[in-house]
């Protein structure tokens, strides 16, 4: 069912192109918020004469709703004389033939702007093109229902409508009941007392603070009783919560009887050498207990509360019940005898022989003495300490502790000890001679030079060397104090034997010759031969001396025009060497040159050029290193004895060989022209007789030319072969080519004879 329907006019003025200025809209509001439009129609309020109308324009229009365009077909019909209403609506549709099709439009709000505008006009003019009318249409507002959830809550507010546009109050804020549930185990050991229960379950309490209104649309949340909420739609608004949760626990009460405390007192006589029957006592005080309370731990740790207090915990945990303490009196103990057995005091004399190298069969004797003891109390230490009682006192302990039977000591005269033999076995003196080699070496580095030394004991002393002499073997002595004697020994020493000195096979220095030795680094002559026998007076280090070695360098030309002189080199000296020498220039063979007479002859069948060498000095060239060393050289550092060939720089030049002239060639009716080295030339590319260098062997051809233009004559009756010359328009002698003869009347051209 409509909210409302009807009809809105929109009066214009008219124009003559317009004529339809009071057209009203048919229309429906099925909602608030929404509109449905069926129909437009008009009245003429102008009727021009002459004016021609259709019976049926069809129309297309563009209707606007606030600005939002929507296209429609409308027919316009039931036309009226001037100031009459139409008949008929003109209803809006799809298409020109369609079904009745109403423009349906919501989501609007209050006052909504409609404009219907002519688009196209399929028949008749009397509306134009973009002709358009204008209403204003109140829709109604729309409204929503604000409902809630209390979300645990205790009460739910009712159901609120929301208007559009209009803020609304929302419900206030509301309450929630705390909750309560099992919280953690906390378990209890009373720590030598006992309590129950033994374990317990805290209460945990949850309390409950209002926060706002969640909107189920938005999920935005409103303060409790805002006034300004705006949201413009159906929705739920949900009691939002802060929640805190503490936890409490009461403790059970603990409790603990009464003790014994024990102070025990131990006997120790064994540490002084004594015995004691009675190994301990105890003395006793009542010991009487109080809670001090709950606690983390057994002791130390962090007190909860006390006894049967109560506290939050905050995890499950183990308390335990602390106590406080209250000791009585101690009880006397009575000191029990102690007594020590008679003893036997021992100095031990240690005798020493192989200490000076010697032997003896005693290694110690013993003088002793009878030692008796007296008990002098009962002390906090085996030695000094406080003083506790003799036997049979009393005392209170302070604490449990140990004590020693200490005693007092008489001694005896001590034995005397009969002093023992003491022998050492010869041994052997050495001297030894090391062989420094002065900057060469040596096979032979050192050798030892020995002698027989014997020995006789002296008597039994208190140190290994000086001290006091106790007595010599078989003497009596009582020692003051237990000591270690020492054998000592007189020693008388025999002839030194002689050592090899080394040979001059077994030291090497380069550069030099051993001469023999001498007890001084820096001599430069011998004391001792290589090789000689030597006796030393003592541990000796004898040199080795040495002489500086020479060598003779000579000298090989190498074909040179000298050889220099030959020259001594000393060991470790550089040497100026001979200068660079000469070498005269050679000759050899070089390229044969065949002459081929092509046809022809020739005295001179061939020749070979002949090559000249011209040599430059190089170099010295070492035969012993194979070192090269310039001619002059100061710096000759070779230590041998050695060869020094000459090297050289050689250049060869190619020799020339002359070809064969005209007198030395010949070839009947033909001139020579030269030579070529092709048999086929017809021009020569030297001459007769020139100079010609060849660079390979090589075959030169002769190249000819008929000899033209010849003529025989009889001179004194023989025949002999001339050449036709003739003058030419300058005068000059020139030779024919070729010239002519009349045989029977006809003239023959002549250019040969055979």
Not at 59 to 84: H, M
Request: with cysteine; glycine share 10%.
């Amino acid at each position: 069912m409509s909210v409302r329907s009807g009809t809105a006019r929109c009066n214009q003025s008219s124009t003559a192109a317009q004529r339809g200025s009071m057209v009203q809209l048919e229309y429906d509001i099925p909602s608030a918020g929404s509109i449905k439009i069926y129909k437009c129609w008009g009245k003429r309020d102008n009727y021009a004469g002459g004016d021609t109308y259709s019976s049926a324009a069809e129309n297309a229009c563009n209707i606007y709703v606030n600005g939002t365009k929507y296209w429609k077909q409308c027919r316009w019909i039931g036309l009226a004389p001037s100031g009459s209403d139409f008949t008929d609506w003109s209803p809006f549709r799809d298409s020109n033939s369609g079904a009745e099709s109403p423009l349906t439009v919501s989501g609007l709000h209050g006052n909504v702007t409609i404009t219907v505008e002519v688009a196209t006009i399929n028949d008749g003019t009397y509306i134009p093109v973009g002709s358009s009318w204008t209403w204003t249409i109140n829709v109604g507002d729309d409204n929503w229902q604000i409902s809630y959830n209390a979300n645990g809550g205790n009460t739910t507010p009712s159901t609120q409508t929301k208007y559009y546009g209009v803020n609304l109050t929302i419900a206030s804020a509301i309450s929630r009941n705390n909750t309560t549930a099992d919280g953690v185990t906390i378990s209890f050991n009373a720590n030598g007392g006992s309590v129950s229960p033994t374990s317990k379950k805290a209460t945990n309490t949850t309390r409950y603070d209002f926060t706002g209104w969640k909107s189920s649309k938005t999920s935005k949340v409103w303060a409790g009783g805002a006034t300004n909420f705006n949201e413009d739609n159906t929705t739920t608004l949900t009691a939002q919560w802060s929640s805190s949760t503490s936890s409490s626990i009461t403790t059970p009460s603990a409790s603990r009887s009464n003790g014994t405390s024990t102070r025990k007192v131990t006997f120790d006589a064994t540490t002084n050498g004594g015995t004691c029957s009675t190994s301990s006592l105890n003395s006793t005080a009542t010991v009487t207990y109080s809670s001090n309370g709950w606690y983390t731990a057994t002791s130390g740790g962090t007190k909860r509360c006390n006894n049967g207090g109560s506290y939050s915990p905050s995890s499950a945990e183990t308390l335990y019940s602390q106590w406080g303490s209250s000791t009585g009196t101690f009880s006397q103990v009575t000191l029990p005898s102690a007594s020590k057995s008679n003893g036997t005091a021992t100095r031990k004399v240690t005798f020493d022989a192989t200490t000076n190298g010697g032997t003896c069969s005693t290694a110690s004797l013993n003088s002793t003495a009878t030692i008796t003891y007296s008990q002098t109390g009962w002390w906090t230490a085996a030695s000094g300490g406080t003083n506790r009682g003799v036997a049979g006192a009393k005392y209170t302990p302070s604490a449990s502790e140990k004590i020693y039977a200490q005693f007092s000591s008489s001694t005896g005269t001590y034995s005397k000890v009969t002093l023992p033999t003491a022998t050492k076995a010869s041994t052997t003196s050495t001297r030894t001679v090391t062989f420094n080699a002065n900057q060469g070496t040596t096979t032979k580095t050192s050798q030892n030079s020995t002698a027989t030394v014997t020995y006789s004991q002296t008597g039994w002393w208190t140190a290994s060397s000086g001290g006091t002499n106790r007595g010599n073997a078989s003497a009596q002595y009582t020692p003051s104090a237990a000591e270690t004697l020492y054998a000592q020994f007189s020693s008388s020493t025999g002839a030194y034997s002689a050592v090899t000195l080394p040979t001059t096979a077994q030291c090497t220095r380069t550069g030099y010759t051993l001469l023999g030795w001498s007890t001084s680094s820096s001599a430069t002559s011998a004391t001792y031969s290589p090789g000689a026998s030597y006796t030393p007076d003592a541990t000796r280090t004898l040199y080795a001396v040495w002489q500086l070695n020479t060598y003779t360098i000579s000298y090989a030309a190498n074909g040179g025009s000298s050889t220099p002189s030959s020259q001594t080199k000393t060991y470790g000296v550089n040497l100026t060497i001979a200068a660079a020498i000469s070498r005269n220039n050679s000759t050899s063979n070089g390229y044969t040159v065949t002459f081929n007479a092509n046809g022809g002859s020739t005295t001179k069948s061939s020749q070979t050029a002949i090559n000249t060498t011209t040599y430059s000095f190089n170099n010295w060239k070492s035969s012993a290193t194979g070192a090269t060393w310039a001619g002059g050289a100061t710096n000759f550092n070779e230590d041998n004895t050695t060869t020094l060939t000459a090297q050289w720089n050689s250049s060869t030049t190619n020799g020339s060989v002359t070809l064969p002239t005209t007198a030395e060639c010949t070839r009947t009716n033909y001139i020579l022209k030269g030579f070529a080295t092709s048999d086929t030339a017809t021009t020569p590319t030297y001459n007769p007789g020139a100079v010609y260098t060849p660079t390979v062997d090589i075959i030169l051809y002769a190249v000819w030319e008929l000899d033209q233009a010849v003529v025989w004559v009889k001179v004194n009756g023989t025949w002999v072969k001339g050449k036709v010359w003739y003058k030419n328009s300058s005068g000059t002698w020139v030779q024919c080519k070729k010239f002519y003869t009349k045989s029977e009347g006809s003239w023959i051209e002549n250019k040969t004879t055979a």
